[in-house]
Nanobody, 114 residues
């Protein structure tokens, strides 16, 4: 069982930056796939970015070049650096371990305003 706790969400102006953190209750070193997903009102939850234990990353087209996912296995934490935020990035952001059928955090709200 892995418990995930997100933090770092908030209200930010368009063009600004936020860094989300996801702290795991145990070691993530052996968890091959960690990721971030998001769900906007009235929409399905979708992939933002993933990172493997080897450091390979994958991003949704909508965030490529603006968001960066990273992991610190020593701190059991996964990060999502979000730059050049847009209004359409407004959503609840969820941390995930082991894919869609794996473990989820409770989510953190990110609201981008003009």
């Amino acid at each position: 069982q892995v418990q995930l706790l997100e933090s770092g969400g908030g209200l930010v102006q368009a063009g600004g930056s936020l860094r989300l953190s996801c702290a795991a209750s145990g070691s993530i070193a052996s968890i091959n796939l960690m990721g971030w997903y998001r769900q906007a009102p009235g929409k399905q939850r979708g992939l933002v970015a993933t990172i493997t234990s080897g450091g390979s990353t994958n991003y949704a087209d909508s965030v490529k070049g603006r968001f960066t996912i990273s992991r610190d296995n020593a701190k059991n934490t996964v990060y999502l650096q979000m730059n050049s935020l847009k209004l359409e990035d407004t959503a609840v952001y969820y941390c995930n371990a082991l894919g869609y059928l794996g473990y989820w955090g409770q989510g953190t709200q990110v609201t981008v305003h003009s």
